[in-house]
C-alpha cells in the first residue's frame, strides 16, 4: 500500500520514467508511517524532487524528504546540529540566505522552532497538526535568519518572513535568494507583509530583479500569489492584500530587520 501511494517503481519513479537512481536525492521512506497515514485517512506532505546533473530543477510531488545536513527527531521535528540563526543574512557570495520551512506545493506549516533554533517544528493549532485547507504554498515559504522587525517598524518581533519563487526546495535547507519585491498585507488588523525572493540558481525565475519584471516575463505570477495569501485562511480569514512594493523597499525592510536583530541580542 505505501509503495503504491508515493508510485514507487525501481525503474519509474511516480510514473516519471525515472529511475530512483535518476531522481537523484530521493532517499527512502518510513513504510510503516505511511501504512498508518493511509489507514487513518492522513494527509501526506512529503516531496520527491527530480534533479539532474544539468538542473537543479525540481518536481515538487506532495511528499517532503529531508535534507542531508538536516535530521529527523519524530513526525513533527528536524533539527540541524547547528543553529539555523548561526546563517548569516548575507551569504558568501553576496545572495540573502533564506531557510525553508514549507516547500513549494505543499501545505503543511512547519516553522522554526523560537525555544530551540537548531529546529524547524510542525505547528500544531487545536491539538492538531496544522496543514493550510487550500492550495499548497505557491513557492518556497520561510524566513531569513538573523532578523527580527518589531511592530513599531510594521512586523510582529518574528524573523521576516519569506516566498521563494522557483521549484521546491526540501524543508530546513539554506538557500540562496533574491529580493525583488514585497507583498504589503494585514492579518486580523496587524501588519503581516511577505518579502518576495526568487532562487538565484537553476530557476526560470532566477533573472528576475523586481515585481515589474516578473509582472513582463512571467505574467499573471503576481497576482496569484496576491489572491492566494488573501483565500488561504478562507472567505473570513482576515487577510488583506494592501499593495505591492519593489526591490529597494523590500532590501529596506531586510536592512532594518538586520539592525533590529543586532540590537535585540
Given at each position: 500500500m505505501?509503495?503504491h501511494?508515493?508510485s514507487?517503481k525501481?525503474?519509474?519513479?511516480?510514473?516519471s520514467?525515472k529511475?530512483?537512481?535518476?531522481m537523484g536525492?530521493?532517499?527512502?521512506y518510513?513504510?510503516?508511517?505511511?501504512?498508518?497515514?493511509?489507514?487513518t485517512?492522513?494527509k501526506?506532505?512529503?516531496?520527491?524532487?527530480?534533479?539532474?546533473s544539468?538542473s537543479?530543477?525540481g518536481?515538487?510531488?506532495d511528499a517532503t524528504?529531508t535534507p542531508?545536513?538536516v535530521n529527523?527527531v519524530?513526525?513533527?521535528?528536524?533539527?540541524?546540529?547547528?543553529s539555523f540563526?548561526?546563517?548569516?543574512?548575507?551569504?558568501?557570495?553576496g545572495?540573502i540566505?533564506a531557510i525553508?520551512?514549507?516547500p513549494t506545493g505543499?501545505?503543511?506549516?512547519w516553522?522554526l522552532?523560537?525555544?530551540?533554533p537548531?529546529?524547524i517544528?510542525?505547528?500544531?493549532?487545536?491539538?492538531?497538526?496544522?496543514i493550510?485547507?487550500?492550495l499548497?504554498?505557491?513557492?518556497?515559504?520561510?524566513?531569513?535568519p538573523q532578523?527580527a522587525?518589531?511592530?513599531?517598524?510594521?512586523?510582529?518581533?518574528?524573523?521576516?518572513?519569506?516566498?521563494?519563487?522557483?521549484q521546491?526546495?526540501?524543508?530546513g535547507?539554506?538557500?540562496n535568494?533574491?529580493?525583488?519585491?514585497?507583498?504589503?498585507?494585514?492579518?486580523?488588523?496587524e501588519?503581516d507583509?511577505?518579502?518576495?525572493a526568487?532562487l538565484?540558481?537553476?530557476s526560470?525565475?532566477?533573472?528576475?530583479k523586481s515585481?515589474?519584471q516578473?509582472?513582463?516575463?512571467?505574467v499573471g505570477?503576481?497576482e496569484i500569489?496576491?489572491?492566494?495569501?488573501?483565500s488561504?485562511?478562507g472567505?473570513?480569514?482576515?487577510?488583506e492584500?494592501?499593495?505591492w512594493g519593489?526591490?529597494?523597499?523590500?532590501?529596506?525592510i531586510?536592512?532594518?530587520?538586520k539592525?533590529?536583530?543586532?540590537t535585540?541580542?
Amino acid at each position: 500500500m505505501s509503495k503504491h501511494l508515493l508510485s514507487i517503481k525501481t525503474d519509474s519513479v511516480g510514473g516519471s520514467g525515472k529511475s530512483t537512481q535518476e531522481m537523484g536525492i530521493f532517499e527512502g521512506y518510513q513504510e510503516k508511517g505511511l501504512e498508518k497515514v493511509s489507514k487513518t485517512k492522513g494527509k501526506l506532505d512529503y516531496m520527491l524532487r527530480f534533479k539532474t546533473s544539468q538542473s537543479g530543477n525540481g518536481l515538487a510531488y506532495d511528499a517532503t524528504q529531508t535534507p542531508v545536513t538536516v535530521n529527523q527527531v519524530d513526525t513533527f521535528t528536524i533539527e540541524r546540529k547547528r543553529s539555523f540563526n548561526d546563517y548569516p543574512v548575507i551569504s558568501a557570495n553576496g545572495s540573502i540566505n533564506a531557510i525553508v520551512e514549507i516547500p513549494t506545493g505543499t501545505s503543511a506549516k512547519w516553522e522554526l522552532n523560537k525555544e530551540n533554533p537548531n529546529q524547524i517544528i510542525w505547528e500544531f493549532k487545536n491539538d492538531a497538526p496544522r496543514i493550510v485547507n487550500y492550495l499548497g504554498y505557491p513557492g518556497n515559504y520561510g524566513t531569513i535568519p538573523q532578523t527580527a522587525l518589531p511592530k513599531e517598524l510594521g512586523g510582529d518581533g518574528d524573523p521576516l518572513d519569506v516566498l521563494v519563487l522557483g521549484q521546491a526546495v526540501p524543508r530546513g535547507d539554506v538557500i540562496n535568494v533574491r529580493l525583488i519585491g514585497v507583498l504589503k498585507m494585514m492579518d486580523d488588523g496587524e501588519q503581516d507583509d511577505k518579502l518576495i525572493a526568487v532562487l538565484t540558481n537553476d530557476s526560470p525565475f532566477s533573472n528576475v530583479k523586481s515585481i515589474e519584471q516578473l509582472n513582463n516575463d512571467f505574467v499573471g505570477v503576481s497576482e496569484i500569489i496576491k489572491v492566494w495569501f488573501e483565500s488561504y485562511k478562507g472567505r473570513d480569514g482576515g487577510m488583506e492584500v494592501l499593495g505591492w512594493g519593489e526591490a529597494e523597499e523590500a532590501n529596506s525592510i531586510l536592512e532594518q530587520a538586520k539592525n533590529s536583530y543586532l540590537t535585540m541580542k
